[in-house]
């Protein structure tokens, strides 16, 4: 096992077959930014989304995608510059990944690509022992969908944060309260069918605790240009309140609870989950 790796995966408490297969998930998510960065793709795209949040500001819940969005928007990009040094990145640690490319659709703005890996061969690498290893079952593959917006809505700002491992590098990402702006368009306006996605609602939970500082400008750009905010009219603070309550009246606790449980190491810290500690935690976010 690369001396790297060996350190990456130091920081992690790892028990069973989804505590291994959730640390090399974040493995390759952090040699991939790490492969980014060398293409200089930081150079006109900001990390942002959960794994943003997870990787660099130390979310307390595992994330599976890597979500950037292009500086300015650019309808002709493409992955395919950078999927050879994605592929190239993850093998110069023992990693064996490819990279597929999805085809953009006509009325997407998104551009996507999937990172592939056998989970038991991959697992091997980082000798999680023969008890875990058997528990893998033959075929399954850890899969990180890859994106990009490349119309993304402006009045956005970003930061350079740095990482020292697998070796000191920077990435490019939005400052925190556009990322929770991101955020709370997710909680409002997400389709995500019939499910609730738990996730959504614990990061929610987290900003509050940690990072309450909510670009609303941001968030009206959003909502405009996913068309779930036509008024002529501002997007102000009591609209917003308005709008995130009515969200809490209609939310499925326990399919929340239920989404996000796998992802986070003590699932019994959401017991406290409902209605009125949602309404509660709100009152908390200060608009910038």
Do not use: M, R, S
């Given at each position: 096992m690369h001396e790297a790796v060996r350190q990456m995966l130091a920081k992690y408490d790892c028990q069973k077959v989804e505590d291994y297969t959730n640390a090399l998930r974040e493995i390759f998510q952090e040699i991939a930014l790490l492969g980014l960065w060398r293409a200089k793709f930081f150079e006109k795209a900001a990390f942002y989304g959960g794994t943003a949040l997870r990787i660099l500001y130390k979310l307390d819940r595992f994330s599976e995608d890597l979500d950037f969005s292009l500086l300015q928007p650019a309808n002709d990009f493409s992955w395919e510059r950078y999927s050879q040094a994605l592929e190239r990145e993850l093998l110069a640690f023992?990693?064996?990944?490819?990279?597929?490319?999805?085809?953009?659709?006509?009325?997407s703005n998104v551009q996507s690509a999937f990172l592939k890996a056998n989970t038991l061969n991959q697992l091997l690498i980082i000798e999680p022992g023969k008890k875990i290893a058997q528990q893998i079952p033959a075929g399954q593959k850890i899969r990180i969908r890859v994106e990009v917006d490349t119309d993304p809505p402006q009045g956005f700002f970003t930061e350079a944060k740095f990482l020292l491992l697998p070796l000191p590098f920077s990435v490019r990402t939005y400052t925190l309260p556009n990322l929770f702006a991101g955020k709370m368009h997710a909680v409002l306006c997400r389709q995500w069918k019939n499910r609730v996605k738990g996730r959504d609602w614990y990061d929610l939970i987290w900003y509050c605790a940690h990072h309450p500082h909510l670009n609303l400008k941001h968030l009206e750009q959003r909502m405009r240009q996913s068309g779930d905010w036509n008024s002529r009219q501002i997007f102000d603070p009591q609209t917003f309140m308005k709008k995130l309550t009515a969200?809490?009246?209609?939310?499925?606790?326990?399919q929340a609870r239920s989404e996000v449980a796998p992802f986070v190491k003590d699932p019994s810290t959401l017991n406290i989950w409902s209605k009125e500690f949602f309404s509660a935690i709100i009152e908390r976010i200060e608009i910038v």
């Open positions: 023992g990693f064996e990944v490819q990279v597929e490319l999805k085809n953009k659709a006509a009325t969200k809490i009246n209609t939310l499925d606790i326990e």
